[in-house]
């Protein structure tokens, strides 16, 4: 190893690289196939693609890219504060909800504290937290593959500062219902901060998703991840964002770089509001 290598912090030396799937271009050529004939499931993209609406948008603005896009992508928090009916600080706007996750522990994590992750959860929270330095803490799932809210509050100790949770999870398809999930906010300390991350909530019947507005407002310290990767099939634009109360979000927002989303992203992200 170089000195390099053995001088940055140990838990940078410990960690793996995030593996993402090869372009199929790529992928197919190695397989020695067409790329008409692989269907690509690994990311969870929208095989439908994105609306003629949010096609147009770009391809006018792709004209004009001169300046630096809104460094806090104000019109596209606008226009979630519109759907939403909440005040615009209570948005944040990310690239890809990934951004948030790692922005979220960035804010809350540091060495000698811990992340609470459920066993088969995104690759990406334990990746996050290690790179705060921090310890992760795996729970093992229930019998019917859900993330064990008893074992999760059995596992938060004073160093507890942060607990993902995935609804509905990807990769099991399990989901916490409305009720599980305030009887167990209302045993999580208010100093840890819990994570819902929602990339897949638009793919939960109506009746099924849990009122997560009613819960960031009655809890400053949940925040909530949605996606524009997967329902609106914008993977490749890398725009996401959080809701929370802004006392959390303006945190969150000092460890954001300005700049975070282009200026592509966030007229696409409106439009397919
Ligand atoms: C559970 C979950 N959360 C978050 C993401 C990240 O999505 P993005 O960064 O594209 O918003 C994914 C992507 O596959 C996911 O499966």
């Known amino acids: 190893m170089t000195t390099i290598a053995t001088s940055t912090p140990a838990w940078v030396q410990a960690l793996d690289k995030y593996v993402a799937s090869k372009p199929i271009e790529e992928l ?7 790329p008409k004939e692989i269907i690509m499931l690994v990311a969870n993209e929208n095989p439908y693609g994105m609306s003629q609406k949010v096609k147009d948008k770009i391809a006018h603005a792709a004209l004009n890219l001169n300046r630096y896009p809104d460094a806090d992508s104000c019109y596209l928090q606008k226009a979630l504060s519109k759907k ?84 509905p999870n990807n ?29 897949y909530v638009e793919f939960l019947e109506k009746e099924l998703q849990p009122d997560s507005l009613e819960i960031v407002k009655r809890f400053p310290n949940v925040i909530i991840a949605r996606t524009f990767s997967k329902a609106y099939g914008l993977a490749g634009c890398r725009v996401g964002y959080g809701i929370a109360q802004p006392e959390l979000l303006e945190l969150i927002n000092r460890v954001r770089h300005p700049f975070n989303v282009n200026d592509l992203s966030q007229l696409a992200a409106i439009a397919a509001l």
Do not use: H
Not at 28 to 34: I, M, P, Q, R, Y
Not at 172 to 197: H, R
């Open 28 to 34: 197919a050529a190695d397989l020695g196939l067409e």
């Open 84 to 167: 939403y009916g909440l005040p615009q600080d209570w948005f944040v706007v990310t690239s890809g909800s990934s951004e948030l996750l790692g922005l979220t522990a960035q804010t809350v994590l540091s060495e000698g504290k811990n992340a609470i992750i459920p066993q088969y959860s995104f690759s990406l929270y334990p990746m996050v937290a290690k790179l705060c330095g921090a310890e992760t803490r795996e729970v093992p799932a229930t019998s019917d593959y859900n993330a064990d809210l008893q074992r999760i509050l059995e596992q938060i100790d004073e160093n507890t500062r942060l607990i993902f949770l995935t609804n």
């Open 171 to 199: 990769p099991t398809g399990t989901y916490l219902s409305e009720k599980e999930i305030i009887d167990f906010l209302e045993k999580v300390p208010s100093n840890v901060v819990v994570l819902f991350d929602e990339a």
